[in-house]
């Protein structure tokens, strides 16, 4: 079995992969910068044990991480407890895609695996619309990854506004009952969810002003449910595509071959 697993910014997503490529299990825990190799291995033990999983039976294991500070440890902690030297997201790994970029170590290592999963999935060009801590859009036309736009998340600018204005409270994400709110919670609401699905349909257009009209577009991420219901573009959503692009990339790079794409 393989064990992937994505440190972002805000959370860590941990699955596992059966020996058949399909996914067994999937857990979103808390990011903790200052996780030392125990901790993170005791982390990981528990998910295993929440989801009745044999950690002694990985085989192999692949880390993207974007948050510098847990790479090593998570790192030390997945040999501590499976005895496999995880693959680490990074120069030299082979991805097969074409990138544009003037420096290629600056682009995200969750972003290349999110590209490498959507190629593999879906009909192109392709545009990919990841919602985590930062919004990121990309844009794939064949094997090439022509760019992206990276934009403040949901809860980052939502969190901004209420820390700026002393008079705006903190909200959660969710849908007002109308556009137009009567009060100030729900006007905060209907900014975020509204104004963000906007954005996104906005910067669609723009992209294929600028490329050629999109034959799919994805969207993934922890904010992405509640944003693209309420885009008037058309946007498929895949909370799994980070972990199967670590899939893609673990077999690419160990010289299996994947069972599902």
Known sequence: MVLAIDIGNSSVTVGLFDPNGALRFRSDLTTEKGATRDRCAVTLLDVFRLYRADIGQVTGAIISSVV???TAAMCEAVE??????????????KTGLN???????????????????????????????????????????????????????????????????????HVSIMPPLSILGHNTVDAMRSGVVYGNASMVDGMIERLEEASAPAATVVG???????????????????????????????????GGKPKRA
Not at 248 to 254: A, E, F, I, P, V
């Open 68 to 70: 510098p500070p847990i």
């Open 80 to 93: 501590f407890l499976t005895g496999r030297t995880p693959l680490l997201m990074g120069p030299g790994i």
């Open 99 to 169: 990138i544009k970029s003037d420096i290629h170590a600056q682009l995200g290592t969750d972003i290349v695996a999110t590209s490498v999963a959507a190629i593999a999935k879906y009909p192109g060009p392709i545009i990919i619309v990841d919602m985590g801590t930062a919004t990121t859009m990309s844009l794939l036309v064949g094997n090439t990854y022509e760019g992206c736009i990276i934009l403040p998340g949901v809860q980052v600018s939502l969190e901004a506004l209420s820390d700026r204005a002393a008079e705006l409270p």
């Open 220 to 254: 993934t991420g922890m904010a992405a449910p509640e944003i693209l219901t309420y885009c008037k573009r058309t946007i498929l959503y895949d909370a799994d595509l980070l972990l199967n692009g670590l899939y893609l990339l673990y077999k690419k790079n160990t």
